[in-house]
C-alpha cells in the first residue's frame, strides 16, 4: 500500500505546458546569434569581446543586486543574458569597455532591478541604458566603426565615421552611402546589431516559428515605416529601402519593441503599438535633428503601454458593449 | 488535425477564443467498459453535488435492494440517492469525500446478490411533468462532472425560447475515454436517451458535439440512424476541433449554434441545454428498465495505474478499491485525482467513495507531472491568448492581489470558468487558477457586505 501522507493536493490544472521563462530566454539568444555572427565577421574580434564584456556584466550585475536587496536570484532565468546579448547590440565595437559595463549597470540596476526585476520594468532595459549612454557619451555613440577597415582593430581611436542613417534625409539618399545589398548583409558601420537585416530577420522568423513572439507588432512596426517614408520620399523606393534597412529598424522591431515585460499584452495593443512606433520614427528621422528614431520611438511606446492595453482589453466572452447594446436597443424600439 | 470528411456530420457553426493545446493521453480508448467485482461494502454520501442534501431514508440495520431509495428530500434543487448493492445498512455517519469535506453517508454491507428493488419498473409517462417527475426519481445528474441535478436543467419554462438540445461528447480531457466508450458500445442508448428528451421537452435541434480526435464515435451514431428508422433525422452530429476546452458548455454552445451565452447567464438564456452523453444515455436505458443510477463507467488511467481500465462500478465504492481492481499503483502516485488533469480535484485521501459525477480517476505518476518553478510574471501574454472567455488572467491576478473589487468585477472574473488554459501555458508556472478563484471569493464577499 502506498504511503498516503505522500499524496500531492493542488489546484488544477495538473498538467503544464512545456514553456519555461528559461526556456523562451534561450530561444530569443538563439534568434539573435546570427546577428551576432555578423557583428564579429563586419567589426572582427573587437565585437565580441564588447558582447561578452555586455552579458557578463548584466550577469553579474543581476547577481549582486539581487543579492543587495537580499532577494531571490534570478541569473538563472537568462533574461539578464537576453539584456546583455541586446546592449551590446545597441553599442559601437569600439567603445570603451568601461562605458559597456556601465551601460549593463544602468540597464539591470536602474531600469530593471530598481522597478522590480523581470517583468516589472516599464522601459526595455537595453534600449534605457542605450539612450542614457547616447546622451551621456553622444560623439562615441553616435559614431559607428567603419566596418573592413579595422577588423583587427582593437584601436578605440581607428577611423569611425557616421551611421548611414545620417546619409538619407528627405532630399534623398546622399552620395557615399553603402549600397543596399551593403546594407541587407551588413558591410556597414553602425551599432554592432543592426549592420545586418538578414541576420535579424532569420532570427526573427525563428522566435515566430516558435512562436516566441508574434509577428503582429514587428509587421506593422516595418510597414508602416515603410508606408510612412514611400509618402514622405515622394515614391523614391531607393530612399525608402535604405530607411528600412540601414538603422536600427529590424533590431529595434524584431527583438526590441517585442519585449513582453514592456510591450501590449492584447492583440489590437500591438498592432497600435508598431503604427506608434512606425509613426514616431520616421518623424524622428525625417525631421527630427537625431539621423535615428528607433530606440526613442520604442521607449516612448514603453510608456505608453498601459494606456494601449486599456483601450484593446478584450471583450469577454458573451459580454455585449454598452454602445452596441445600446444601438440594437435602439433599433428595436425603432422597429417596434 | 484535418477535420474529418464524414458524411452527415457537421462543422462547428463558429470558432471559439484561445484554449490550451494539451497532450491527449486517450491510452484506454480501445478497452470497453468492464463490470468491477460488487465491493464487499459501499460508502454512499447523501449530498454528492450542489443543491440540498438529501435525509437518510433509512436506518443502521435496515435491509436494502438494489435500486431501493435511501436518501431524498422535497428541496427542488436535489436529486435522490438509491441503494447501489444489496445489503444491510451498517452505518449513517459523516465521511470524507473527494474535496476534502465531510458529508453524512451510509454505509452499506453487501450481501453479494445485488437483488433488484421491487420499486424498480420502467416509469410511465404520459406528460412532460412525469417525464421530469422520472428524471428526478432516476437520481440523474450531470455525469461529465459538474454533477448538477438533470430535472432541474431540464425544467425550464415553456415560453423560454428553449430550442436546442445538445450533447456533450467532446470529452476534451485528457486521459478520460468513458464518454467514447460510450458513444461506441451503447449509440443506442443514447438515441433512446435523445429521442425522449425531445419528445417530451420538445427541442427542434438536437446536436451531439464530438471532437475530431474520435471518427469511431461518429461512424457507430451514425451506423446506428441509418439501421433505425425511429432515430432518422433525429440528431445532427457536429465535429468539433480536439482542442481543450470544447466540452465546457459555453464552448460547446457557441461552437454548435454559434450562440455565445452571456456572462452571468444560463445556456437556457441562449435557448440551449446541455447535457452529457453518459448522462443521455443513462436516461435511454432508465426510461427503458428503470433501474436508476446506481453506478457509473469511470477511466482509470493517469500512468501510475499499474493497468489502466475503463470501469463500471457501483456508486459509493472506495477509490482505493477501484484503484486496487486496476491492478493497483505501478510507482508512486504524486497526486490523485477525481477527474481529469486539467479541471480534476486533487484528493488528499484515497478512501473516499465514488460520487455520481466522478467520471475519471487519474493517478498521475511523479514523473508525469510537470512542475515549474513559480516565477514572476513576464507578461507574455499566453495566459490572454488561451482564454476561451477573453478574460485577461495576468490582470485579474494583479487585482486580486489588490483586492480591488471594482477592478475584478471590471475585468470580469465572474466569468471565468476555471478551466485551467491559463495556468497550463504560463510559462512561469503561476497559480492562475487559484487566483481566479480568489477574485470570485473576493468579488463575493463585497456582495455579501452589501
Known amino acids: 500500500m502506498i504511503d498516503m501522507k505522500k499524496l500531492t493536493v493542488s489546484a488544477s490544472p495538473h498538467q503544464k505546458s512545456a514553456d519555461t521563462t528559461t526556456g523562451i530566454m534561450l530561444d530569443v539568444i538563439i534568434a539573435l546569434a546570427p546577428a551576432g555572427i555578423a557583428a564579429v565577421l563586419v567589426f572582427g574580434l573587437r565585437a565580441l569581446a564588447v558582447i561578452l564584456v555586455s552579458v557578463a556584466s548584466c550577469v553579474l550585475a543581476e547577481f549582486l543586486s539581487r543579492k543587495a536587496m537580499k532577494k531571490e536570484n534570478t541569473i538563472s532565468d537568462l533574461s539578464a543574458v537576453v539584456t546583455g546579448l541586446l546592449l551590446a547590440y545597441n553599442l559601437p565595437s569600439n567603445l570603451p569597455f568601461w562605458e559597456v559595463v556601465l551601460g549593463a549597470v544602468i540597464a539591470i540596476v536602474v531600469i530593471k532591478q530598481m522597478f522590480g526585476g523581470i517583468g516589472q520594468n516599464f522601459i526595455n532595459p537595453a534600449l534605457g541604458a542605450r539612450v542614457i549612454l547616447m546622451s551621456a557619451f553622444p560623439s562615441r555613440m553616435s559614431a559607428g566603426a567603419f566596418a573592413g577597415l579595422n577588423k583587427s582593430g582593437w584601436d578605440v581611436d581607428a577611423l569611425t565615421g557616421a551611421t548611414p542613417m545620417g546619409l538619407v534625409g528627405l532630399d534623398g539618399v546622399k552620395e557615399g552611402a553603402p549600397t543596399l545589398s551593403e546594407l541587407f548583409f551588413g558591410n556597414v558601420s553602425g551599432c554592432m546589431g543592426e549592420v545586418s537585416a538578414a541576420a535579424l530577420l532569420i532570427g526573427g522568423i525563428y522566435l515566430m516559428v516558435r512562436r516566441v513572439i508574434s509577428p503582429i507588432l514587428p509587421v506593422t512596426y516595418i510597414a508602416t515605416v515603410a508606408i510612412f517614408c514611400t509618402f514622405a520620399q515622394g515614391f523614391d523606393m531607393y530612399a525608402v529601402a535604405y530607411e528600412l534597412l540601414g538603422g536600427g529598424l529590424f533590431l529595434g522591431a524584431i527583438f526590441m519593441a517585442t519585449d513582453y515585460t514592456t510591450s501590449p499584452i492584447t492583440k489590437k495593443g500591438k498592432l497600435i503599438a508598431g503604427i506608434f512606433c512606425g509613426v514616431v520614427t520616421c518623424v524622428i528621422r525625417l525631421w527630427g535633428s537625431l539621423p535615428e528614431g528607433v530606440s526613442f520611438s520604442i521607449i516612448l511606446m514603453n510608456v505608453f503601454v498601459p494606456y494601449f492595453e486599456d483601450w484593446t482589453a478584450p471583450t469577454p466572452f458573451g459580454m455585449i458593449k454598452e454602445k452596441k447594446a445600446k444601438k440594437s436597443k435602439e433599433k428595436e424600439e425603432a422597429k417596434a | ?450
Not at chain 2, 175 to 189: A, C, G, K, N, S
Not at chain 2, 220 to 229: G, I, K, P, R
Not at chain 2, 320 to 337: M, T
Open chain 2, 1 to 450: 488535425m484535418a477535420s474529418l470528411n464524414i458524411a452527415g456530420v457537421q462543422k462547428p457553426a463558429a470558432k471559439g477564443h484561445g484554449g490550451a493545446h494539451v497532450k491527449h493521453h486517450k491510452n484506454t480508448s480501445a478497452l470497453p467498459v468492464v463490470r468491477m467485482p460488487i465491493p464487499a461494502s459501499v460508502t454512499i454520501p447523501l449530498s454528492q453535488h450542489i443543491g440540498a442534501p438529501n435525509e437518510a431514508q433509512v436506518k443502521v440495520g435496515d435491509e436494502v435492494k438494489v435500486g431501493q431509495v435511501i436518501g431524498s428530500t422535497d428541496a427542488f434543487v436535489s436529486a435522490p440517492v438509491h441503494a447501489t448493492v444489496s445489503g444491510t445498512v451498517k452505518a449513517i455517519k459523516p465521511v470524507k469525500i473527494v474535496n476534502g469535506n465531510m458529508v453524512n453517508a451510509v454505509v452499506i454491507e453487501s450481501d453479494g446478490e445485488m437483488a433488484l428493488s421491487e420499486d424498480v419498473k420502467p416509469p410511465v409517462i404520459e406528460s412532460k411533468q412525469d417525464f421530469l417527475n422520472a428524471v428526478r426519481a432516476s437520481g440523474l445528474v450531470g455525469l461529465g462532472g459538474a454533477g448538477f441535478p438533470t430535472h432541474v436543467k431540464l425544467a425550464f419554462k415553456e415560453d423560454a425560447g428553449v430550442d436546442t438540445l445538445i450533447i456533450n461528447a467532446a470529452e476534451c480531457e485528457p486521459y478520460i475515454t468513458v464518454d467514447h466508450r460510450e458513444m461506441l458500445d451503447r449509440p443506442e442508448d443514447i438515441l433512446n436517451g435523445v429521442k425522449a428528451a425531445v419528445k417530451w421537452l420538445g427541442f427542434q435541434n438536437a446536436y451531439i458535439g464530438i471532437e475530431d480526435n474520435k471518427p469511431d464515435a461518429f461512424q457507430s451514431l451514425l451506423d446506428t440512424m441509418e439501421a433505425n428508422e425511429e432515430f432518422k433525422d433525429l440528431v445532427k452530429l457536429i465535429c468539433l476541433p480536439s482542442s481543450y476546452p470544447q466540452g465546457a458548455e459555453k464552448v460547446l454552445i457557441y461552437s454548435a449554434t454559434g450562440r455565445k451565452v452571456p456572462p452571468g447567464k444560463l445556456p437556457s438564456d441562449v435557448g440551449c441545454v446541455v447535457m452529457n452523453v453518459q448522462s443521455a444515455s443513462f436516461l435511454g436505458r432508465y426510461l427503458k428498465t428503470g433501474k436508476p443510477l446506481v453506478s457509473r463507467s469511470l477511466t482509470v488511467d493517469g500512468g501510475a495505474v499499474a493497468d489502466p481500465k475503463n470501469v463500471r462500478a457501483p456508486l459509493g465504492t472506495m477509490y482505493s478499491e477501484i484503484v486496487e481492481y486496476c491492478g493497483g499503483f505501478k510507482e508512486e502516485p504524486y497526486k490523485v485525482l477525481a477527474g481529469g488533469p486539467m479541471m480534476g480535484i486533487a484528493t488528499p485521501d484515497i478512501n473516499v467513495p465514488l460520487l455520481k459525477n466522478n467520471n475519471a480517476i487519474t493517478c498521475l505518476a511523479k514523473s508525469a507531472v510537470k512542475v515549474k518553478p513559480t516565477r514572476s510574471c513576464i507578461r507574455c501574454g499566453r495566459c490572454v491568448d488561451s482564454c476561451p472567455m477573453c478574460l485577461e488572467p495576468t490582470l485579474i491576478e494583479k487585482k486580486a492581489h489588490l483586492k480591488d473589487v471594482d477592478g475584478l468585477n471590471k475585468a470580469s472574473v465572474m466569468n471565468c470558468m476555471e478551466c485551467g488554459s491559463c495556468a497550463f501555458a504560463c510559462p512561469s508556472g503561476r497559480p492562475l487558477v487559484q487566483y481566479m478563484r480568489l477574485g470570485k471569493a473576493i468579488v463575493r464577499e463585497a456582495g455579501a457586505k452589501k
